[in-house]
């Protein structure tokens, strides 16, 4: 019954926002939020935010600690399901349908929007295993199938000359920035349409960090790309839009060079400029 | 608080915890050191040829050197036995028999030659006077008789011999009234007598010789006792002197010798060395003391027996080193006195498996639901409470509930089976394996979680594919630790599963068969055993097999957690 009653996305019949459609500007948007608020408890982390973003862009969110910026990331793909006092209010659109409709399947939900996490977190598995994990998931898969994507995934997130030898060791064995893009490789396995990182360099040193940075500019235009992270520079150098949140507020939203260098409010001047934050 | 204080404060505390820490080591090894080197000695010992001749002729294993070993110690008893029989031999005296027999028929016809002698006695007026005279005549009449039977139990009691003398005596206190109413009815027969008379006849001319009699077969019956308790002391230390006796024996023990240098060696010292005496008190109640035998049989072949024996013990038993593995794989026999203790150690095997088994999946199951699809409420914190006070529960009302819920009102089996034990251990444990499951699964980092609920996995399959292997190591050590703890509880097994003897259970028995248990049966033998001081090797080797196999669990719960961290971190 359960499994009856679940509306997949491809269905967007009963999903349709109808009358307003976020403003579309001739573009194309993979997801778009709409007076979108969350609330932990009594505490209102996102304030009403309107960010949507385009397909095979990259949208960099930025902000001090604490704006909701993490927040409002994870509510993408549901992953906030797991704190029990969560819930959300406004409309977060994927793809022509609310993500938080009650009757959406979220596997199938999570499947097109993958996630890669701010501490790479591979499982204490082999790295082919890593990797193949998610198409297994889908149902049984040929050998040779399931060889063929983990080489794609492996060779699209530049990872795949430093492992092809020892697929089969430990992934926990890897440094961590081998760690993170096996995790954008496993993310990739299955092929999302939209790829969210939550800080995917925070835990990594300057070397890795620019491989990953390298990295997200290979697979933009193939994927969705919504980055979150601390570092300004970051943002600048592989985003496309930026969103400025601030005490859990939407400040600022645009294209990333007009953010940086004319900002338009006061407390983005303030932040990209280093006097907070 | 100033630098130097602080430095003494630390130093103190560090002190006091390596005091406390070496206080520990050493009544642990006090407690253990005990236990070890005698646990050990149940498999490694002094042992006797009676142990190879059991081995040889119940089990069937023959030893090595045991043929020769048979020889020599055969040799060193033959002469020891050859005095035995000597000392026993019934006609020690029967060249005497003839010459008791005269004085007897002398004695008797005495009465007949001097019968008017005793009627000018009986005719005296004074009664006292009377009486004296007729005691006389008595006296002089049977002092050769009695001369004679008194010379043959002194002679019996310094050179051996007792138990033909007393046979002799025995049968001369049997014939002799016969053969002096005979006597006194020829004397009647002459001269009418009033009854008056003729009962003071009859009670000085017979009596007076019987009471002689009684007295002399009192001293050899004493000594022969004497020579039983010794006889009986040689048996139980060399076991039966023949093999037409040993078949007519039904205990195992009996058949046997004593199968250990140190058992040989105590009852040779209680019950060869010092034998038990009957004996009247001041108050003439009947004591049994403990004499020396040495002093007690001074002067007589007996003394000769035991100087032979002091010397030629190691002969006799010959002693030597030897390793019993058969302790942990033989079925015990007689009490334990014989034999292993298998059945001891497959039940508490049975016992600890089935609780795992039917513990584990519950224990496992339970943790999943409290740690991965438990939402906070009443209901839930209602569970972990009474999973909490489970946990608290003393262990005899674990084996009460056994009996009084699982057997008696559910019937799992007719009455103790090992199934009941089980599944009462099985409830002891529940609450330590789901605590210990429940911290593996939250030391998941959630990070797995999301990782994998983020790749589009359902809540089972996460938990399945990704969060219970992780948690494995951990659960494995909570129930592998919760095993041993099975294995060494002794109260909920009295009530549902254990007995003090028993056979070695097939696989399919357990459903119905109660079974011995190492936990209990250690209680038992140590308190309730008939024979608990002779076997107090089998008590300690069970202590350290038990010791053992628990021990040896916390190390594979330890090593199995090792490895899979290992192989999880590479």
New interface residues.
């Given amino acids: 019954m359960m499994e009856k009653n679940k509306m997949k996305i491809s269905e967007k019949t009963a999903f349709k926002t109808d009358d307003k459609d976020p403003p579309k500007n001739g573009k194309d948007y993979v997801v778009a939020a709409r007076d979108f608020s969350v609330y932990y408890g009594n505490f209102h982390a996102v304030k009403n935010a309107n960010v949507s973003f385009e397909r095979g862009k990259v949208t960099a969110i930025i902000g001090p600690s604490g704006c909701g910026k993490s927040t409002f990331l994870r509510c993408v ?1 549901r ?1 906030n399901d ?1 704190v ?1 006092s969560c819930r959300t209010s406004g409309e977060l659109i994927f793809d022509g349908i609310n993500i938080y409709h009650p009757r959406l399947d979220i ?2 939900l ?2 097109r929007i ?2 890669v ?1 701010q ?1 790479p ?5 082999s790295i082919y295993d890593n990797i193949a ?2 198409p297994r ?2 149902g049984s898969i040929k050998k040779s199938e399931l060889d063929g994507i983990v080489e794609t995934s492996l060779r699209r997130a530049a990872l795949w000359d430093e492992v092809k030898d020892r697929l089969n ?2 992934a ?2 890897l440094s961590g920035g081998q760690q993170q893009r096996l ?1 954008i490789a ?2 990739l396995a ?1 092929r999302p349409e939209v790829l969210l990182m939550d800080e995917p360099c925070s835990a990594l040193d300057p070397k890795s960090t620019s491989r990953i940075e390298d990295l997200i500019d290979e697979l933009s235009g193939e994927y969705t790309i919504a980055i979150v992270t601390h570092n300004m520079q970051q943002a600048a150098r592989v985003s496309h839009y930026t969103a400025f949140f601030y005490e859990g507020s939407l400040i600022e939203f645009g294209k990333t060079e007009t953010l940086f260098t004319s900002p338009q409010k006061q407390a983005t001047n303030d932040y990209i400029t280093g006097r907070f934050g | 608080m100033k630098t130097s204080t602080r430095k003494v404060l630390d130093k103190s505390f560090t002190l006091t915890s390596y005091a406390s820490l070496a206080l520990m080591c050493l009544v642990i090894v006090l407690f253990l050191a005990p236990i070890i080197v005698n646990g050990i000695g149940a498999v490694v010992f002094r042992a006797t040829v009676e142990h190879d001749k059991f081995l040889y002729e119940t089990l069937g294993r023959e030893s090595s050197g045991y043929r020769e070993e048979l020889e020599k110690s055969n040799a060193a008893r033959k002469p020891l036995y050859e005095m035995m029989a000597h000392f026993e031999k019934s006609d020690n005296y029967g060249h005497l028999v003839e010459k008791i027999n005269a004085a007897r028929a002398q004695c008797l016809s005495k009465l007949e030659s001097e019968a008017d002698i005793i009627f000018a006695a009986l005719d005296i007026e004074d009664s006292r006077e009377r009486l004296e005279k007729v005691r006389a005549i008595a006296d002089a009449a049977w002092s050769p008789y009695i001369n004679e039977i008194s010379a043959l139990a002194d002679d019996s009691l310094h050179n051996g011999g007792t138990l033909s003398a007393a046979e002799i005596l025995k049968k001369q206190s049997n014939s002799l009234p016969g053969a002096a109413k005979l006597a006194l009815n020829s004397l009647y027969e002459k001269k009418k007598l009033s009854f008056q008379q003729k009962s003071m006849l009859r009670r000085n001319f017979t009596s007076f010789p019987m009471s002689a009699l009684a007295q002399n077969l009192e001293k050899l019956e004493q000594a022969n006792a004497a020579y039983n308790s010794f006889k009986k002391g040689v048996a139980e230390l060399l076991g039966p002197s023949t093999a037409a006796e040993k078949e007519k024996l039904n205990l195992l023990r009996q058949k046997y010798g004593q199968p250990r240098e140190n058992l040989a060696r105590d009852v040779f010292e209680q019950s060869v060395l010092h034998i038990s005496v009957a004996e009247k008190d001041a108050e003439g109640r009947d004591v049994v003391r403990k004499v020396e035998s040495a002093e007690y049989f001074k002067g007589t072949p007996v003394e000769e027996m035991i100087s032979y024996m002091q010397k030629n013990m190691p002969q006799m038993m010959q002693y030597h080193w030897t390793v019993y593995l058969g302790f942990f794989f033989d079925n015990p026999y007689d009490s334990n006195i014989f034999g292993g203790i298998w059945p001891m150690i497959l039940g508490t095997f049975y016992l600890t498996v089935g609780a795992m088994l039917i513990a584990a999946p519950l224990g496992v199951i339970a943790a999943i639901y409290f740690s991965e699809y438990a ?2 409420g009443r209901l839930v914190s209602l569970l972990r409470m009474c999973v909490g006070t489970l946990a608290g529960v003393p262990s005899i009302v674990f084996g009460l509930f056994g009996l009084s819920f699982l057997i008696n009102t559910l019937r799992v089996s007719e009455s103790k089976s090992v199934l009941a034990g089980a599944i009462t251990l099985a409830l002891l444990i529940l609450p330590t394996i789901i605590k210990a499951s429940e911290e593996a699964l939250k030391s998941v ?14 809540k089972w ?1 996460s938990i399945y ?2 969060i219970l ?2 948690a494995l190591p951990g659960m494995l050590t909570g129930i592998i630790i919760s095993m041993g703890r099975a294995a060494g509880e002794t109260a909920p097994i009295i009530f549902t599963a254990a007995t003090s003897t028993g056979a070695a259970l097939a696989v399919w028995e357990v459903f119905t068969q109660a079974t011995p248990a190492l936990p209990w049966n250690i209680y038992n033998m140590c308190s309730e055993h008939e024979m608990a001081d002779k076997v107090q090797h089998v008590q300690y080797g069970m202590v350290l097999t038990l010791i053992a196999i628990v021990l040896t669990l916390n190390m594979v719960a330890i090593l199995i957690r090792a490895k899979i961290q290992k ?4």
């Fill in positions: 793909n992953m797991l029990d596997v199938e999570r499947r993958g996630m996490f501490r977190n591979p499982f204490p598995k994990y998610g998931l889908a060791s430990n926990l064995g995790c496993r993310a299955v | 939402k906070p980092p959630n990070s797995f979680r999301e990782a994998a609920l983020g790749l589009g996995a359902g399959k594919s990704v292997p992780s192989k999880l971190k590479n």
